[in-house]
């Protein structure tokens, strides 16, 4: 098979029922001017230099310089000067595109075809997730001799998302200064956007800088605070946790100005690490205990602002084993998640 670079790229006119792959840099040349015969003799020498090239010499078309080359390796008609015949190795429109396509097939792709905007992109379909990606032909070789992995853009922002969520923040986009390795997030709690390395945030070391530095290592607390929304009609228990959250409660959970808060109890935490991770267990095992005691965001939307975790004044006894549950394992770590 003919060696074929990405470039150049030909597109297809037809001559006499056959398909003609004309250089498309000659797009400014109508297609009918390629599908003209030129009559003009086809010297032996030509045919025996073509042979020697992989391709015979079909005819001559549009001009006494251009030929219509056929590929005796894949049949495929290309169309070059008779210059570049005699000087150069011509390209095979038909063995670039089997080359494209079995080198996406071993960098484990579907080729859907080459990309219209750019000649050295081709558009790639993933079978793991079917979404479809745009790579340029050498990122595909390199893919297919194992020298790097074809990642899909679509997942991945799914994936960071998802991420994102699990720690309280929302992805919002790419980094607006430019680094490939941050994104912008929106802090849920409190509605502060800041840059965070996507490896940080994956493993919760996403300091918020408006809720406090440096959460994870600085100690914490756990809260359960009732909240009454006069405006609302409504009292509710909020469990969470907060570097400061006498300080900083109003703020963070964005309350109305009428809102009554109460602290009935305040648990000192080693870490913001250790609180998060306390936090979420005590949650998951509530909201599965007791699921109807865990209010629909839809009842306090604009009014706290947080999605989930705030529950009805009557599992205050059960939050509060809970929490007698979680001092005792601070206390003694080695006896801890054993209960
Ligand atoms: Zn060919
Ligand atoms: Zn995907
Ligand atoms: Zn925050």
Redesign the pocket.
């Known amino acids: 098979m003919c060696k074929t670079p990405a470039s150049p790229a030909f597109q297809p006119v037809s001559l006499d029922g056959r398909t003609l792959h004309v250089p498309r840099r000659s797009a400014h040349v109508p297609a009918e001017t390629w599908a003209v015969t030129y009559n003009g003799p086809i010297p032996d020498h030509w045919q025996k230099t073509a042979h020697a090239k992989g391709f015979n010499i079909l005819a001559r078309v549009r001009d006494r310089y251009h030929l219509a080359l056929e590929c005796r390796v894949c049949g495929t008609v290309t169309v070059h000067k008779a210059f570049t015949l005699r000087t150069a190795q011509p390209a095979c429109a038909g063995c670039a595109e089997i080359r494209r396509r079995s080198a996406a097939q071993d960098a484990g792709l579907v080729y859907l075809g080459r990309d219209p905007e750019d000649r050295h992109y081709g558009r790639y379909r993933?079978p793991?997730?079917?979404?479809e990606?745009r790579r340029q032909f050498e990122i595909i070789e390199r893919a297919a001799a194992g020298k790097t992995a074809i990642r899909?853009?679509?997942?991945?922002q799914?994936r960071e998302e998802n991420e994102a969520r699990r720690q309280g923040w929302t992805r919002l986009g790419p980094d607006p200064l430019g680094n490939p390795n941050y994104r912008l997030y929106r802090h849920d709690a409190c509605g502060h956007e800041q840059r965070i390395a996507v490896t940080n945030m994956s493993w919760g070391q996403c300091d918020c800088a408006t809720c406090g530095e440096s959460w994870t290592a600085k100690p914490s607390t756990i809260y359960l605070a009732r909240i009454t929304l006069p405006r609302a009609g409504r009292t509710v228990l909020k469990l969470g946790y907060s570097a400061n959250p006498e300080k900083r409660f109003r703020h963070q959970l964005g309350l109305p100005e009428d809102a009554q808060v109460t602290f009935l109890r305040l648990l000192a935490m080693p870490t913001g690490h250790a609180a998060c991770a306390a936090e979420k267990r005590a949650h998951a095992e509530l909201g599965r205990r007791f699921p109807q005691a865990v209010i629909p965001p839809k009842l306090y939307a604009g009014q706290i602002k947080v999605v989930s975790e705030i529950y009805t004044p009557w599992l205050l006894p059960e939050i509060e084993r809970v929490l007698t549950r979680i001092a005792r394992d601070i206390a003694s770590p080695d006896g801890a998640r054993a209960a």
């Open positions: 993933i793991e997730c079917g979404h990606v899909c853009e679509t997942c991945l799914a």
